[in-house]
Nanobody
């Protein structure tokens, strides 16, 4: 069973940068880790898919973060990062990483397709 843990949240000023890390534990089979996406949820809003990759290494970004956020994998493919640049107050949210727990072709940004989630890390962007 894949267990995910986010870290790196905190407070940052508008225009600043932040790196979030998603660490995987439990089963580290590439097949359980190959489809992973970052999400966020702001108060009163639905959970939003931001950036993810599929088994083939394809990457997809939501329009709201394209050009500002970058998703990448770490050593051994059991760590994933979300580098966030030019942050805005509307980026304030709890950020989650999620795994599909299987191989996949094509990146899905819908939260309903992900059974495995981390606990989330808060990012607050001040004006």
């Amino acid at each position: 069973q894949v267990q995910l843990q986010e870290s790196g949240g905190g407070s940052v000023q508008t225009g600043g940068s932040r790196r979030l890390t998603c660490s995987v534990s439990g089963s580290t089979s590439i097949f359980n880790w190959s489809c992973m996406t970052w999400f966020r949820q702001a108060p009163g809003k639905e959970r939003e898919g931001l950036a993810g990759f599929d088994t083939n290494g394809n990457v997809k970004y939501a329009e709201s973060v394209k050009g500002r956020f970058t998703i990448s994998k770490g050593h051994g493919d059991i760590t994933a990062y979300l580098d966030m640049d030019r942050l805005k107050p509307e980026d304030t949210a709890i950020y989650y990483c999620a795994s599909m727990g299987s191989v996949c072709s094509g990146v899905r940004l819908s939260p309903h397709e992900y059974p495995a989630w981390g606990q989330g890390t808060q990012v607050t962007v001040s004006p």
